[in-house]
Structures are given as structure tokens and as C-alpha cells.
């Protein structure tokens, strides 16, 4: 799996929103890029994925450039609960089972008031 | 909907000792995945169940061990503990495709928590 990029940490203010990068300049064709988060004391929720279009759900929007070689996730009014350590993953896809995910030190997002 | 559940929370065992973690998938889910996540670290991938074998790996050694049942429930054995295995144990699942090209994301459970004294 491509390896993931992230800077150590960022905040925010409550109420604005958060842009959170990731670089994956290695990444495949055939790999996605997965977000996750957690919060201390919690197992890793998911947030989002996508393969090359943007995508955007409840929780956020993924942005991914048009060479694939970066992404940016969106958490459009930032609360105090958004403060986690943000993971982003690429991931290949094949036959059988998912594979593994490969989480690096993510980036720790701090909301403040 | 009930989410991916793990037993018991905490663990409190010594060294030499053997130890059972359990995880019930979420709803409609047939794989299973186990990490370990050290104080500080991201979570490590340990192995990956589905239809009952076992199917990757990562590098752990023989010590961990598992199994997964035919509801799909799963089992993490590790025996003869060692102090570095003090960590938060996650259970991940998600539904593996039959078979097919599949990118499903996979969910996970709030861990165990072990403790080697």
C-alpha cells in the first residue's frame, strides 16, 4: 500500500472549517484513500472514502486532487467533539476479503472555543 | 444496529499467561480484522478472518493466534504474554464481497484494553 503523509497536528476554531492534508504521492490506480478518526479512548470511526471523484457524506467532504497524489478532508463547522486524531490510509481493493488497513501517526486535529 | 462489540473492555494479566479476546461483527458483516495499538502508535494489523480462515497476516508472531465461528463472531488468542503486548486491541469488521473486488470500509469496536503486569 502507498504510503500516507500528514502533518503532526493543526487546530481550528469551533465553528469554522477544518481542511486537513494528506499527501500520497506513491499512490496506485487501483488504491483508494480512506479517512478515519479517533477519539481518545474510542476505536477508529470512518469517515470517508474515495477513489479519484470528491465525495462528500454527513460527516465530511474528501477532496482528492486530479493526479491523485494528495487529499484534503473537510469537516465543514468543526466542533469540540471533532478533536481526534484524524488517520488518512490508502488502501488497494482486490479479489476476496478487504485487505489491511496501514495507519500511520495521523494528525491531531484540536477544535478550539 | 448494534455496532462491532468487544470482551471484556480491560484485561489485567501477568507474564507467561494466556489470553482470550472476543468480537461480535456488526450486522450484515462476514469479515474480521484484528490490530493492536500500542500507547501513542497507530493501530498495528495483526490478522484477517473470513469464512473461517484465516487470510492475511501481519508481522506478529505465531504467539497470536485466532479463529472466527460460523456466525462470524471471532476469537484473538495470545499466549505466553509478554509486557510489550500491553496494548489496545481492536476488532474491525466489514462485508468481504463474496469473493468479489470489494472496498468496503471496515468499522471498528471501541478495543480491549490489556494490561501485562
Known amino acids: 500500500d502507498a504510503k500516507t503523509t500528514q502533518p503532526p497536528s493543526m487546530d481550528c476554531a469551533e465553528g469554522r472549517a477544518a481542511n486537513l492534508p494528506c499527501n500520497h504521492s506513491t499512490i496506485s490506480g487501483n488504491e483508494y484513500v480512506y479517512w478515519y478518526r479517533q477519539i481518545h479512548s474510542q476505536g477508529p470511526q470512518y469517515i470517508i472514502h474515495g477513489l479519484k471523484n470528491n465525495e462528500t457524506n454527513e460527516m465530511a467532504s474528501l477532496i482528492i486532487t486530479e493526479d491523485r497524489k494528495s487529499s484534503t478532508l473537510i469537516l465543514p463547522h468543526a466542533t469540540l467533539r471533532d478533536t481526534a486524531v484524524y488517520y488518512c490510509i490508502v488502501r488497494v481493493a482486490h479479489g476476496g476479503a478487504n485487505s489491511k488497513l496501514t495507519f500511520g501517526k495521523g494528525i491531531t486535529l484540536s477544535v478550539r472555543p | 444496529d448494534a455496532g462491532v462489540t468487544q470482551s471484556p473492555t480491560h484485561l489485567i494479566k501477568t507474564r507467561g499467561q494466556q489470553v482470550t479476546l472476543r468480537c461480535s461483527p456488526k450486522s450484515g458483516h462476514d469479515t474480521v480484522s484484528w490490530y493492536q495499538q500500542a500507547l501513542g502508535q497507530g493501530p498495528q494489523f495483526i490478522f484477517q478472518?473470513?469464512?473461517?480462515?484465516?487470510?492475511q497476516r501481519g508481522n506478529f508472531p505465531d504467539r497470536f493466534s485466532g479463529h472466527q465461528f460460523p456466525n462470524y463472531s471471532s476469537e484473538l488468542n495470545v499466549n505466553a504474554l509478554l509486557l510489550g503486548d500491553s496494548a489496545l486491541y481492536l476488532c474491525?469488521?466489514?462485508?468481504?464481497?463474496?469473493?468479489?473486488?470489494?472496498?468496503?470500509?471496515?468499522?471498528f469496536g471501541d478495543g480491549t484494553r490489556l494490561s501485562i503486569l
Open positions: 474491525a469488521s466489514s462485508w468481504g464481497g463474496q469473493g468479489l473486488y470489494s472496498n468496503q470500509p471496515q468499522h
Open positions: 478472518y473470513y469464512e473461517e480462515e484465516e487470510r
